[in-house]
């Protein structure tokens, strides 16, 4: 009787060798995972707010993007494909302006992406995003 009283305790038994290996391989698995996620953001800078009318303000290069993602330049609709033309032509006579993108905030991120870039390609070094807060 006690040799099947032993032979039931062993079968009993549960070996969680191979559980531990399977936990060990999927925590090297995150852990190695989680070092090359790469997480893509803007770089946004805020413009300084200041009460005083500016002086400057007619000389820096102004878009403005509607909610339905029309791009305006001088009160008049621009192509996206026609930014940077624009821009340098606009620097050409005014070497240190810059860019202020005023955006409706219902306006995809991606307008400003293209006219951002568009005028960084131009060779304008300071591009300024202002959003407006519209009511439903």
């Known amino acids: 009787m006690s040799l099947g009283k032993r032979r039931l305790e062993e079968e009993t038994q549960i070996d969680l060798t191979p559980m531990l290996d399977v936990v060990f391989i999927l925590l090297i698995f995150f852990v190695i995972t989680a070092a090359f996620v790469d997480e893509t ?3 946004v800078q805020h413009a300084p707010t ?5 002086t400057e303000e007619s000389q820096d290069i102004i878009f403005h993007v509607s909610a339905d993602n029309d791009i305006l330049l001088e009160g008049r609709r621009v192509d996206i ?28 991120t991606a307008t400003y992406i293209r006219i951002a870039d568009q005028a960084i390609a131009a060779g304008i070094e300071n591009v300024v995003l202002v959003t407006t807060a519209t009511s439903p």
């Open 41 to 43: 953001a803007i770089d």
């Open 50 to 54: 200041s009460t005083s009318p500016a």
């Open 81 to 108: 494909r026609s930014v940077r033309a624009n821009v340098e032509r606009l620097h050409a006579s005014n070497p240190e302006t810059k860019v202020i993108i005023n955006t409706d905030s219902r306006a995809l």
